[in-house]
């Protein structure tokens, strides 16, 4: 029998996100610096039912040339942007049950500092965070801001995550036998030195020599999320990921994309139900079909042409702008975000064609009807894709995008058992991919970090 539906919320630490419809009546976009903002949104999707808080994260911004586009700051495309690790550790203060799950980048990170960070947060947050990792989009800005070279192509930055996150995953399970703490008073021993073990990495990548500094968190390893669609993506997703998410608008090729992922998990060694497959949708819920498809249309319409031709440039290094209106998008290829730019190929568009419907498709499927409609568009989907769960894109902006959602529409897919009863409880891994444990299952190859001695 199918677990019911996972349910997390799709947000970035900025004024709009996906939708850009910071502009819309529905949106309050003024305060999104504030903690008040996510305090209140994080209360709203808990007491939903939520299962987790997914932060996206941009370290650069969308370049076209050498120069950042006008668009981009007018018009709050990805900028501002902050860094959401801080809001994290102060939102865990603030709920008792939500996950949260953080973007982090395997090119512009070192495996260390990372580990170090998500370790902590894992304490703070009592085994509810999780790691979205990725080998960033916007490569020609953190040229500019980090330093690097130049950009890193696409395949050899997957070569880098995969040394990356191998040697993050000896950190956190290895560095450390179980029973190493035992804060005895008596005998002065805090630290049992005998179960805590030097790691030594010399890679092609990175160097390191020493000790992890942070003792074992509930999960040690954060729950591990990847995004990437491309087929050296899903290689790497078939190795490391627990959680796997896609944004496919078409039932056929998100069911097929799952079919592919688990196809790959299963090569790997893994059981087929390994990873967690969850597709972002964006969801409209009117009172009736009308109301709806009129939210639909103006949601749809809020953002400027250019401002959604920014967004994608950022996402996938293409510049529809600069392009000739007729040129086949099937001609056009990217190092930067292949599996944005591939959403668009296959189908015969041009390049006029696609930057008049990127505002109508940019991101997941569209989700669109009265309450009733959209619980049956949820189930069945879920149903003929075979994925485990679903992202709910930020839209109108706050609140707003989920509060129809938990008042109308979760109640009904809680009658049908498609979503569960009760919130789930437990570590975020346990919550996620219905482990009866918080750390990482045998099968995983992180297990074969953990020390013997």
């Not at 990372?114 to 509810?128: I, Q, S, W």
């Not at 087929?231 to 608008?249: D, N």
């Not at 000739?324 to 290829?333: I, N, Q, R």
Request: charged residues 25%; glycine residues 8%.
């Amino acid at each position: 029998m199918r677990r019911p539906l996972v349910l997390g919320a799709f947000e970035e630490f900025t004024p709009s996100f996906i939708s850009n419809a910071w502009r819309s009546p529905r949106s309050d976009p003024a305060g999104f610096a504030t903690l008040d903002h996510w305090r209140s949104l994080a209360r709203e999707i808990e007491a939903g039912g939520f299962d987790f808080l997914f932060l996206a994260d941009a370290l650069g911004y969308p370049m076209a040339g050498e120069d950042v586009p006008e668009v981009v700051v007018r018009e709050a495309v990805q900028f501002p942007i902050h860094d959401p690790v801080p809001l994290v550790a102060a939102l865990a203060a603030s709920v008792d049950r939500l996950g949260f799950v953080v973007t982090a980048s395997t090119t512009a990170e070192q495996p260390f500092l990372l580990a170090r960070r998500f370790a902590t947060l894992d304490h703070l947050t009592a085994g509810r965070i999780g790691w979205n990792i990725v080998t960033s989009d916007m490569q020609a800005a953190l040229v500019r801001l980090l330093g690097h070279d130049d950009v890193t192509p696409h395949d050899r930055r997957y070569d880098r995550a995969d040394e990356f996150v191998d040697l993050a995953l000896e950190l956190w399970e290895g560095a450390w036998s179980d029973g190493a703490v035992l804060a005895d008073k008596r005998a002065g021993v805090f630290t049992d030195p005998a179960r805590v073990h030097r790691v030594r990495h010399e890679g092609e990548f990175f160097r390191l020599d020493g000790y992890f500094p942070v003792s074992p968190s509930p999960q040690r390893t954060p729950t591990l999320f990847q995004a990437g669609a491309s087929p050296r993506g899903r290689e790497f997703a078939a190795r490391i990921a627990e959680c796997v998410f896609i944004q496919e608008r078409e039932s056929a090729a998100a069911a097929a994309t799952v079919r592919d992922l688990r196809d790959r998990v299963e090569r790997r060694g893994r059981p087929r139900d390994a990873v967690t497959v969850l597709n972002s949708v964006s969801v409209v819920v009117g009172s009736t079909e009308e109301e709806a498809r009129r939210l639909r249309r103006e949601l749809t319409a809020t953002p400027s042409g250019d401002a959604m031709a920014a967004l994608f440039l950022g996402w996938s290094g293409v510049n529809l702008l600069g392009l000739d209106p007729a040129t086949p998008v099937d001609s056009l290829s990217t190092e930067v975000g292949q599996t944005t730019l591939a959403m668009y190929q296959g189908r015969g568009l041009t390049v006029g064609d696609a930057l008049d419907e990127l505002a109508s498709t940019l991101g997941g499927p569209k989700i669109t009807g009265t309450p009733e409609s959209v619980a049956d568009q949820i189930e069945r989907l879920a149903a003929v894709t075979d994925v485990d769960g679903f992202l709910i894109e930020h839209s109108f902006g706050g609140v707003a995008t989920y509060r129809d959602l938990i008042d109308e529409v979760l109640p009904i897919l809680r009658r049908r058992g498609v979503v569960p009863g009760e919130p789930r409880g437990g570590t975020l891994r346990e919550r996620l991919t219905g482990t009866p444990t918080a750390r990482l299952p045998a099968t995983h190859p992180g297990a074969a970090f953990r020390s013997a001695r």
